[in-house]
């Protein structure tokens, strides 16, 4: 098999055609309102509310700052506990708002939070649980409110898996107190760099407008110690187009990734997340594991590499086992997360991804390993 000449990467951002954002921008033009909760901010919010079934919804510049100014709004203290199994920003947002994480585990069948877990890690200092939808895999919602409802725990969905997801019809942003969304550029959705925060309880409305804004209440006083967290109207308008074309590329995705699991499913050593049928996926990541193949992840890896074809290792390692969190945690007590992290393997999965391009990373994969 020769190897590809351009590069295809884990991801590429799905983009509207180019009239129709350089359309977009000449208000911007005209009115000079370049940022602070302009016009294209208030009309996407009130978008995306319809399109995620949400009563409430604040924007950020980012989903890591969605979510940390989420956790700061809901004004905690003690112990959080949630997966290593993520990205940097959810055990970072816990850190930076002076929280303690504590890991659970992950189950072995879609790598969310084990619900079975987490009853055993309560302290008395604990206040919140933070799970992630990860990879768009929701996770078992209704278990874990029962457990915050009986232990009167704050739960704070890192959601920026789930863009569009729905649980049973219901936009999965309504479970729990607070959901974070991701509108990176490398998301199934975006908005150049882009957050929001769902959320459930009235007051946290004011609190998390004020936190994106330094706090300010009014222009004479200052009631919270906040961040500058604001989406701009650049960042708006690209979500605005996106929104237009969100579902067909949602749907050519969905295309790709049952062609990947025609192509991989059944074979031995390999595992696929099996789907929830209450669910509707938005195929965000095509993650799979490598559980007794022939071949290593780290082989598969390799092989594909050579090819020019780069998937990533997400999310290897554990946020557990970060240097920056050296000597604070073990990866031993999360046996299932640390084992996932070394065998999982996220393929090449993007709207205008060529489906020849998924077949060459199938017989690669087929053809790796003795
Ligand atoms: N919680 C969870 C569970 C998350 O996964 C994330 C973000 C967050 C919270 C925080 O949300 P944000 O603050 O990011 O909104 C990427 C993304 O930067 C990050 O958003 C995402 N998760 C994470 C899983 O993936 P990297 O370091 O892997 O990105 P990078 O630059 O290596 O890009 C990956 C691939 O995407 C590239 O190989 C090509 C493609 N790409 C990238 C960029 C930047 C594009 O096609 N266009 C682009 O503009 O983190």
């Known amino acids: ?9 884990v991801t590429r951002s799905s983009l509207p055609p180019l009239e129709e954002y350089v359309d977009m921008l000449k208000p911007i033009w005209d009115s000079a309102w370049l940022t602070n909760m302009g016009v294209y901010h208030e009309e996407f919010k009130e978008q995306l509310k319809r399109y995620l079934k949400l009563p409430s919804l604040e924007l950020f510049v980012n989903g890591h700052m969605a979510l940390e100014l989420a ?25 930076r708002n002076g929280l303690t994480p504590v890991f659970c585990d992950i189950n072995d069948r879609d790598y969310t939070i084990d619900a079975d877990l987490i009853e055993r890690l309560i302290t008395d200092k604990t206040c919140a649980i933070v799970p992630v939808h990860v990879y768009g895999n929701v996770c078992d919602v209704e278990k874990i409110q029962k457990i915050a409802d009986r232990h009167h725990l704050k739960v704070i969905y890192d959601a ?52 994106k804004n330094f706090g300010i209440m009014d222009s004479e006083t200052v009631e919270y110690v906040g961040a500058n967290g604001k989406m701009n109207e650049f960042q708006a308008a690209m979500g605005l187009c ?10 050519k995705r969905k295309k790709l990734a049952m062609r ?104 690669i994969i087929e053809e790796t390993g003795c």
């Not at 956790?71 to 850190?95: C, N, R, Y």
């Not at 975006?190 to 609190?207: D, M, P, Q, T």
């Not at 929830?276 to 092989?303: L, W």
């Open 1 to 9: 098999m020769e190897k590809l000449d351009a590069p295809v990467l």
């Open 71 to 95: 956790i700061q709004a809901m004004e905690l203290k003690g112990e959080v506990i949630t997966t290593p199994f993520t990205f940097a920003s959810t055990t970072h947002a816990i850190v």
């Open 160 to 211: 920026a898996h789930t863009f569009g997801e729905e649980l049973d019809g219901r936009g999965v942003g309504q479970w729990g107190d607070v959901s974070m969304f991701s509108f990176h550029a490398t998301k199934v959705f975006h908005s150049i760099e882009g957050g929001a925060v769902a959320f459930k309880e009235k007051n946290l409305k004011r609190r998390l407008y004020q936190l």
């Open 242 to 251: 996106n929104l237009r074309h969100v579902d067909e590329a949602i749907a």
């Open 260 to 363: 990947y699991r025609s192509r991989l499913e059944g074979i031995q050593g390999i595992r696929l997340c099996s789907e929830d049928p209450r669910v509707k996926y938005n195929y965000a990541y095509m993650p799979v594991v490598f559980d007794g193949y022939k071949a290593g992840r780290d082989e598969i890896f390799q092989a594909l590499k050579e090819k020019n074809i780069h998937t990533r290792k997400y999310f290897y390692p554990c946020v557990n086992s970060y240097e920056c969190y050296k000597g604070d945690f073990r990866p031993e007590d999360t046996p299932v997360a640390d084992r996932i992290s070394k065998q999982v393997l996220t393929l090449p999965l993007y709207e205008d991804l060529p489906v020849e391009i998924v077949d060459m990373v199938c017989d």
